[in-house]
């Protein structure tokens, strides 16, 4: 089955956000045009296999159908849900960050 993915608003920000702060405050465009193909990549195989990747192991997530899929190169992933055979992606993240509370609102 192919999903049609759609990239929420504040997911395509977060994402930008890292591209800049790549660019911009460390100084290295070619690994901030990198982080972007991998995003690109990492959403055209989000539209191939979306319904077989693991849920996210918080059980509040989980019960609410989202799932992750990480990037291919960088230390990146995408918070998901889907609904049909529409992918809604409703965060992107660094693996450092605690997403979690993020989604959840605890930040």
């Keep these: 089955m192919t999903y049609k993915v759609v990239v929420l608003p504040a997911a395509e ?20 045009k990198n982080i972007a193909k991998d995003a690109r990549n990492t959403k055209k195989r989000l ?13 509040k997530l989980a019960e609410l159908g989202y799932r992750f899929i990480r990037f ?16 809604y992606v409703d965060g992107m993240y660094h693996d450092l960050q605690d997403f979690e509370s993020i989604m959840i609102g605890a930040e």
């Design 72 to 87: 291919d190169r960088y230390e990146f992933f995408m918070v998901y849900r889907i609904e049909g055979n529409t992918v």
């Design 47 to 59: 539209s191939e296999c979306a319904g077989i990747l693991p849920y996210c192991q918080n059980e």
């Design 13 to 32: 920000l977060r994402l930008e956000r890292y591209i800049a702060y790549t660019r911009d405050t460390l100084g290295n465009s070619v690994a901030a």
